[in-house]
């Protein structure tokens, strides 16, 4: 990804996130994807580490952060190692990902609007 782009994604995903600190930010975005991988609601996580849902919620919202045991059932539960949760690669191609996403979005965004000019 060249400089500029990658400049322009960490500035948007830092409107997003907030004041998320960056360690926040790598396990939101890890709990998320591993979870959302192997099919697991918010609910369902929760159940397998017996919480509540609202918690996992706030985990991913970068608004709580768990124990040191919480971290281990969690990463239990969604086939990881605790330490994985905390990996830069993982979270780096959900940042990759979601930027890619948001590029398409504004590209159809901008063909829908020149088609609809140029219509006129």
Same mark, same amino acid.
């Given at each position: 990804?060249?400089?500029e782009l990658?400049?322009?994604?960490? *500035?948007f995903?830092s409107?997003?996130?907030g004041?998320m600190?960056e ?5 939101? +975005?890890n709990?998320? +994807?591993?979870?959302?991988e192997?099919g697991?609601?918010?609910a ?11 918690y996992i919620a ?6 709580? *952060?768990?124990? &040191?045991?919480?971290?281990? @059932?969690?990463?239990?539960a969604?086939r990881?190692?605790a330490?994985?949760? *905390?990996?830069?690669?993982q979270?780096?191609r @959900?940042v990759?990902? &979601?930027?890619?996403t948001?590029?398409?979005? &504004?590209?159809?965004?901008f063909i829908?609007a020149?088609? +609809?000019?140029? @219509?006129k």
């Amino acid at each position: 990804m060249c400089q500029e782009l990658k400049a322009t994604y960490i *500035f948007f995903i830092s409107i997003k996130i907030g004041e998320m600190t960056e360690l926040r930010k790598i396990l939101s +975005a890890n709990m998320k +994807a591993y979870r959302t991988e192997l099919g697991y609601s918010q609910a369902r996580l929760a159940e397998l580490v017996n919480t509540a849902t609202n918690y996992i919620a706030q985990i991913e919202c970068g608004k709580r *952060f768990p124990t &040191d045991t919480m971290l281990e @059932k969690i990463a239990s539960a969604l086939r990881k190692r605790a330490y994985e949760l *905390f990996s830069v690669v993982q979270y780096e191609r @959900k940042v990759e990902k &979601d930027w890619q996403t948001q590029v398409l979005i &504004d590209l159809e965004h901008f063909i829908h609007a020149r088609i +609809a000019k140029l @219509k006129k």
